[in-house]
């Protein structure tokens, strides 16, 4: 002891010397119940066969110029993302390194709105946010390839876009802007002006592998307009004018590219085009150049969609297997033999801990790759996922399960009462889940340890694609290991906080 009193620093060292018994001790008693192990069987069963009931069940047909059918695998960019590549395109070949310069004087569109009178299509005069009109140039036209853009979008001001997931922003502007796009090599920089005269770099990109002869010229698009959970058409009309080009003396070709066909396979459905009028080019399209969120097919973690329900077995057990030490009373006010409460907390955390990562592991390693097979067996468009991701959201799924069991017990220990820790569990964990399924709320994955469902999303959110702000379009307000470690924390201040209230009782209780 020192003179104060206290203990030195190597005694409450020696004082975790027997933790190794007492975690053996608490996985004995965990193994000896039957109740928690059924819990954690029933946590499997209920993820996995909720996850391969959806996956058995979606059916996806598309219409195309052959008529309906399957639809087709998700068009791929650079890297491997889903993407869309629909735009119109009037264009020039330029060989080695050139340039071009125009200005969009004038941007307008169209939007489909829900319809007032059924049957009567509601259109008002209008762009969309992320409605987009420039400068582009791109390895070919085939769709898909690598490219970079300089654009006037329609309320995020001018942008330089590259490969569909890459974006940058450039300024907040509305009104009438210069665009330029100059190509040295690999190397594409897009600039803009407010009066043709003084230039701002917006961004430079390379293109690693552009061949010597790329497609230049001006292109709009505009993706749909989102309303409710659906999109409705929408389209984009830019007015170009003082266009110069440098390096590229032909004629302006025109291309509607990715323009998709009606069921007779002859007629464009939504086609874009383009109107000459003197030294102008009025260019008018639909569709969209970058990520395909949802309509790149089927996510990997809508697999995981009955998660939520399958953490309540474990949110049971983790309090449960807390509470079962009230029958010798409060933790660290029995005996002197008994383990001190922060050794105590801290071995029955590590093991439903353990024995919960374990759970969440076998249910996501069988429901995501299962789910994803039936889904391709079923000629189901499937969001392409690289072994990596998949690989986070598995494992990722087995530490929120841990988590969640940790914060259940740390819960448990904290109220003392087993009834109010469990539904304080799931109010904490389950219920902000399924209201941002439903699309109610989401800003409670952020604050709440729900966040932690984060990990498992398996396409991340882009900021420059607008999206139905739900789980089921999609959207997490927080980045995967960012929303694991909100989940995390809360588990940790749980434990901490019914170590301390405990600790607090037995120095009292011995005094």
């Known amino acids: 002891m020192t003179p104060s009193g206290t203990p030195h620093r190597s005694s409450r060292r020696a004082g975790w010397d027997g933790f ?42 598309c219409v195309t110029g052959k008529g309906e059918g399957p639809c087709p695998a998700p068009l791929v960019g650079p890297d491997g993302t889903a993407v869309k590549d629909k735009y119109y395109f009037v264009h020039q070949p330029l060989k080695g390194n050139g340039s071009l310069t125009a200005r969009v004087s004038d941007m307008t569109g169209q939007i489909r709105l829900p319809d007032a009178v059924p049957g009567v299509r509601n ?19 085939k769709q898909g390839t690598p490219y970079a853009a300089v654009m006037l979008t329609g309320e995020h001001g001018v942008r330089m876009q590259y490969n569909f997931t890459h974006d ?56 749909g307009a989102l309303w409710e959970t659906a999109r409705a058409f929408a389209q984009a009309t830019a007015t170009f004018d003082q266009i110069k080009v440098q390096g590229a003396n032909g004629s302006w070709r025109r291309d509607d590219v990715g323009v998709s066909l009606e069921s007779d396979g002859r007629t464009p459905h939504h086609p874009g085009g383009v109107v000459e009028s003197g030294d102008k080019l009025i260019v008018t399209g639909g569709g969209d150049i970058g990520p395909a969120t949802v309509e790149g097919g089927v996510r990997a973690d809508l697999m995981l969609i009955g ?3 399958g953490l309540i077995p474990v949110l049971v057990a983790g309090v449960t297997f807390c509470t079962a030490e009230r029958r010798r009373g409060p933790i660290g006010t029995g005996p002197p033999a008994e383990p001190r409460p922060a050794r105590l907390l801290a071995a029955k955390a590590a093991v439903v801990g353990a024995v919960a990562f374990v759970a969440g592991l076998v ?71 399924l209201l941002a399924t439903a699309g109610l709320a989401p800003w409670l994955l952020t604050i709440t340890p729900a966040a932690g469902f984060a990990i498992t999303q398996s396409v991340p959110t882009f900021a420059h694609v607008d999206v139905d702000r739900s789980l089921l379009g999609g959207y997490y307000p927080l980045p995967p290991w960012a929303g694991l470690a909100v989940a995390c924390g809360y588990a940790a201040l749980a434990l901490g906080a019914a170590t301390a209230v405990h600790r607090r009782r037995a120095s009292r209780a011995k005094g």
Do not use: C
Request: zero cysteines.
């Open 363 to 433: 249910a996501a390693g069988v429901v995501v790759p299962a789910g994803l097979a039936m889904l391709r067996a079923h000629q189901n468009p499937v969001q392409p996922i690289t072994p990596g991701t998949e690989l986070r959201v598995i494992v990722g799924y087995a530490a929120l399960t841990a988590a969640a069991a940790v914060l259940a017990l740390g819960l448990a220990a904290l109220v003392e009462r087993g009834i109010v820790a469990i539904g304080l569990a799931i109010a904490l964990v389950v219920a902000p889940y």
């Open 20 to 61: 190794p018994r007492l975690l053996h001790e608490q996985w004995t008693t965990f193994r000896a119940s039957r109740g928690w192990a059924l819990a954690m069987a029933a946590s499997v069963l209920v993820t996995v066969s909720l996850g391969l009931l959806i996956a058995g069940g979606v059916r996806s047909s």
């Open 307 to 309: 998660g939520a329900l």
């Open 123 to 141: 259109i008002k005069e209008g762009v969309v946010p992320w409605a987009k009109a420039g400068i582009l140039v791109r390895q070919s036209l």
């Open 168 to 223: 940058v922003p450039g300024g907040p502007h509305n009104g009438p802007q210069w665009l330029r796009l100059i190509r040295s090599g690999d190397t594409i920089t897009g600039y803009e002006s407010d009066d043709g005269g003084t230039w701002t770099e917006v961004g430079a990109v390379k293109l690693t592998g552009l061949p010597e002869t790329v497609e230049i010229g001006l292109f709009a698009t505009s993706p």
